[in-house]
């Protein structure tokens, strides 16, 4: 049983920070790849970010040099640092486990509840 348990969310001013958090737990974490991806009321859920279990990694256009996304496998946990963020960047964002190092939607198999990322302007 695979589960994923995304922290970190919240309010913040448009040119703020915040850092998401995602334990997973129940598999091999160090030897897959976990992604974020988000989802926008009205819109489809989209990737944000993914990196693979040797570190590799692609991003969003729309996050590229803003967003970072790592990984610490003695905890189990992944992390997306968010900074300059825009207030086209609200939205819901989950964490996805078991995968491939993509972006497009249904590419992984496991994911988290969410956490709520609304940036004011």
């Known amino acids: 049983q695979v589960q994923l348990a995304e922290t970190g969310g919240g309010l913040v001013h448009a040119g703020g920070s915040l850092r998401l958090s995602c334990v997973v737990s129940?598999?091999?974490?160090?030897?897959?790849?976990v992604a974020w991806y988000r989802q926008a009321p009205g819109k489809e859920r989209e990737g944000v970010a993914v990196i693979d279990a040797f570190g590799n990694t692609r991003y969003a256009d729309s996050v590229k040099g803003r967003f970072t996304i790592s990984r610490d496998n003695a905890k189990n946990t992944l992390y997306l640092q968010m900074n300059s963020l825009k207030t086209e960047d609200t939205a819901m964002y989950y964490c996805?486990?078991?995968?491939?190092?993509?972006?497009?939607?249904?590419?992984?198999?496991?994911w988290g509840q969410g956490t709520q990322v609304t940036v004011s302007s």
């Open positions: 996805a486990a078991f995968g491939s190092l993509s972006l497009a939607p249904g590419s992984f198999r496991y």
């Open positions: 129940g598999r091999a974490f160090a030897s897959s790849c």
